[in-house]
């Protein structure tokens, strides 16, 4: 079979075994685990990976992707990770069984979705502990876990927070305990169990592998540091992962030895940018045929030595390819290594082949 380029190679079966290894330390702690699917726009080989690989729940910030796993008959429970939007409360509640949710309005918009659809639907509370992405300011949670749980067909379940997204705070001992002294507090106003402590994503496992996570944090939500194997503080390996769970290819469609620096007066290119170039002489350069409208060119690693990514257009990528390995021609195909934001874009970009790869 001709497999067109460009393409991304998925490798379900090294996504399963990375799986197992982060999914299983968060079980030895007591926690289970959500896996996160968007950044493979919920790809049904990806999906199927995470429930070998012991996944608990899926977790998606986009509703069509929940559609479309809830429409395969997918036998895990669903969440919901972007905030709701009120406009989409009966959309959410048809196909996510959990949310994360810090405005009452939209909690009751759901009450109503649910009482409508004879379903119940389960809420996790976000609090702030200093991220400042989303989340109700610790002040305001007991008031709002109060009025949540009278609502009909709601179960608030839990609180949450999230870190190192927006703000880069990294979880510690000292928010994670803020986040149970919340919770404790709200136990005490509701008599609600609140037996879900939703503490955080990938950045939460370094503090999890030191021993010090607090028992009390139960519920993780997990996607690069399974799906690429990578400490998301960092981007180092994660231990026990492998980091070749996918694969960017590209045609070479042009070769031609050129300046590396333009020439004549510059101004800015096609996306507003000024851009400076270091003088290497008349080297050997290759462009190949996708561009920034389907890659992050800077999140890309190039498989074979001695390639330097310059940079890239709206459709065709510019390589330095002078030192590489092997002679590079036209027609040739060659592979990068993607990061998160890389494969963010390849996997929701329709010009780019998605493949899966056995073995």
Known sequence: MYVRTPRLEIYPERITANAKSVIDACHTHGGTVAC?????????????????????????SRITNLMSMANTGIGLPLMLLRIPAPSRAADVVRCADVTLNSSL??????????????????????????????????????????????????DVIGLGCNLACYGGVVPSVENMNALIGIRDTCRK????????????????????????MPKEINHFRLGESIVLGRNVLDRSPWP?????????????????????????????NAFGETCEFEDRG????????????????????????????????????????????????????LAFYPGYGALLALSTSPYVQKVVMRG
């Open 240 to 268: 026990g992962t492998r980091q070749d769970t996918f694969r960017m290819v590209a045609e070479v469609v042009e070769v031609e030895r050129k300046p590396s620096v333009p020439i004549g007066d510059r101004g800015q």
């Open 282 to 333: 008349v080297r050997m350069r290759a462009i190949l045929n996708l561009g920034r409208q389907d890659v992050v060119v800077d999140g890309i690693e190039p498989e074979m030595q001695g390639i330097t990514v310059l940079g890239g257009s709206s459709d065709h990528l510019i390589l330095d390819v002078e030192d590489a390995d092997q002679a590079v021609r036209v027609g040739d195909e």
């Open 189 to 212: 106003e509701t008599g609600l169990e609140l037996a879900t402590l939703s503490g955080c994503n990938s950045s939460s496992l370094p503090l999890l592998a030191s021993g010090k």
């Open 36 to 60: 996160v699917t968007k950044v493979t726009c919920a790809h049904p080989a990806v999906v199927h990976a995470f429930e070998l690989g012991g996944a608990d729940m899926i977790a998606d």
């Open 105 to 154: 309005q939209t909690i009751q918009l759901l009450s109503e979705a649910a009482q409508f659809l004879k379903k119940r639907h389960q809420v996790i509370v976000m609090v702030d502990v200093g991220d400042l992405r989303e989340g109700l300011w610790p002040d305001k949670a007991i008031e709002v876990v109060k009025a949540a749980c009278r609502l009909p067909d709601i």
